[in-house]
Structures are given as structure tokens and as C-alpha cells.
């Protein structure tokens, strides 16, 4: 036989099982028995917790419900990621979201996320099985910025002043290599010093150096930034003053001026 779970609302209720619901097959039907689909496992990571949701794509498949394949996800824990439905979302959280494979373009998928308290979170993809040279891009509409996930290695890092839950900041969509272009990035980064080390925040493209200098011209550091919106140069020997911090990859170019007080 075959089993299933049901995720009750919180009101709880009675649930019919009839006689004219059910069918009987001397087949095996399994779904894990098919041919695989296209498909993303997005990764949220905090800590040593990680939490994962899923978006597979059939011909079948609509931007909908889709019974028996969209799969509500049964919490455990107060750190969660979960997708809404891009077509008639009423609220639920789904462990796994299945759509239409023939408007990868058009898709624009809520993510949503719970974290009790404040802190960093990494997201990736993993498993990417996709055609024609399709990924997955992560938005980040609260930051004006998306961060294309097309290996296991790339990732994007928030870093969250409190804590947080539900969707309307991330969005999953995809796009091929051909349109990387329209990626976008943020206009503009911020900096500080504190605490020994200078924090960046702001897009990085790949390749990204930043150079740090004194206001006499002198360089003092030269590092290499990550390809996330977050980066921290240390910088543990600076006396006060006033700093520059010159920022330069293939197309972008800026300079921050940057206090240092202790």
C-alpha cells in the first residue's frame, strides 16, 4: 500500500475517506518510479541548520494547485523555507512547488522564510538539473539585488538585524546565459568601520577588488571580495583617521570615503 501525511489547519476538523475516492491498480504507481523533472532544491543555511525547499517543473504542471504533486510543508522547527504559489497563493507554506515547463522566463516564485532571531543565512542551490542553459536567480527585493545560482558554489548571504518570517523579500527566477545581462545590481554600496574590520555592503560582481588607502595616496590593503552582498575586510591596525576605500571589477567602479573612530 501507500501512505500519505495531511497538514491540518489549526482548527482542526473531520476528515471523509469514501468508497468512490478510492482506486484499485495491480500495477505499482509510484511517482519516484518516473523519469525525473527539471527541478531546483533551494538551500537556506544559518549556523549548523539547513533547510531546503523545492520548485519541479512538468508539462503538466500549472502555476496553481497542483493536487496530489504541490506539497505543504510540516514545520519542525522555527527556521523554515518554504515557497508560495506564484498563481492563487492563499497563505500556505509548500515544502515542494510543481509548475508548468514551458515559461521558465514568466515564473517569478515567492520564497519565504522564518528565522526566530536575528542572524547571518546563506542561501544555495543545489541539484540543479535544468535545460538549455537555464539557473536559478535569487532576488532580493528589499536590496534591489539578484544573485544568479548557476553551480552548487554560488551562494548569497543576508545578514538579518532581527527576526523575520513570511515571503515578499525573495524571489526565485530563471534565466539562461545568454540573458546574464539583465541581472541586476545594486547602484551604490555602503561602508563602515567598526570593530577592527571595515563591512561592505552591496553586490560584489565576480572578481571584485577592493584597494584601501590613507588620505596621503598611500595604499595599505588590496583584497578580493566574495560575490555576495555582504563582505568584511579586516582591517585590525588602522589608526584614526579618514580612509578610502576604492572598490573596482569589470563594471563597476566607486569610492568610499570611510571614518575610522575608536
Known sequence: GQGFLIN???????IQFTKAMQT????????SASTSWPGVTLLAETGNQSRYTIIAFNENMTTGLDKTY????????DFI???HLVSGDEGVDFEIQCLPDNMYSELSVPIG???PKAGKVTFKAAGVILPN??????????????APLKT???SYTVDFDGSTQGIGRFYLTFTNITSAEAVTQPESFKAWFARGKIVLEGYAEEGTRVSLYDMSGRKLAVHRLQSINRNEIPAPALSP???????????QRHEIKIPVVY
Open 113 to 115: 522564510i522564518d528565522l
Open 8 to 14: 491540518a489547519g489549526g482548527s482542526g476538523g473531520n
Open 152 to 154: 552548487e558554489s554560488d
Open 70 to 77: 504541490d506539497a505543504g510543508l510540516l514545520a519542525s522547527s
Open 24 to 31: 484499485h491498480d495491480t500495477g505499482l504507481s509510484l511517482k
Open 241 to 251: 583617521g579618514i580612509y578610502l576605500l576604492r572598490i573596482e571589477g569589470r563594471k
Open 81 to 83: 523555507l518554504y515557497s
Open 133 to 146: 542553459g537555464l539557473y536559478p536567480v535569487l532576488e532580493d527585493r528589499l536590496l534591489k539585488t539578484s
